[in-house]
Nanobody, 114 residues
Framework: QVQLVESGGGLVQPGGSLRLACVGS????????MRWYRQVPGKQRAFVAR????????DYGDSLEGRFIISRDNAKNTVYLQMNSLKPEDTAVYYC???????WGKGTQVTVSS
């Protein structure tokens, strides 16, 4: 079955950086576009970024382009999210998802605070 495992979250000061990773298994990773989302308790899950199956096309959510960079390494079945110039409002649980499946991982917590 499809499985996604996010990692790399943690506590970081405003202006700092984090690199998240999501490892997929149970499906042919290189056949699928991958997405990152984030969610704050009590609010809707928000789109962060999408990358096509081989990285040809990349899209970002509103106001995130320029600070966040999505990438992937199909040889490692991994999609990454490099987050720079982090702000307190970036605090959320970050999840990844593969296009074509409804499976979600447990997410990884990102907290931006001084």
């Amino acid at each position: 079955q499809v499985q996604l495992v996010e990692s790399g979250g943690g506590l970081v000061q405003p202006g700092g950086s984090l690199r998240l990773a999501c490892v997929g298994s149970g499906f042919t990773f290189s056949w699928h576009a991958m997405r990152w989302y984030r969610q704050v308790p009590g609010k809707q899950r928000a789109f962060v970024a999408r990358i096509s199956s081989h990285g040809e096309e990349i899209d970002y959510g509103d106001s995130l382009e320029g600070r966040f960079i999505i990438s992937r390494d199909n040889a490692k079945n991994t999609v990454y999210l490099q987050m720079n110039s982090l702000k307190p409002e970036d605090t959320a649980v970050y999840y990844c998802k593969a296009d074509g499946y409804t499976t979600w991982g447990k997410g990884t917590q990102v907290t931006v605070s001084s």
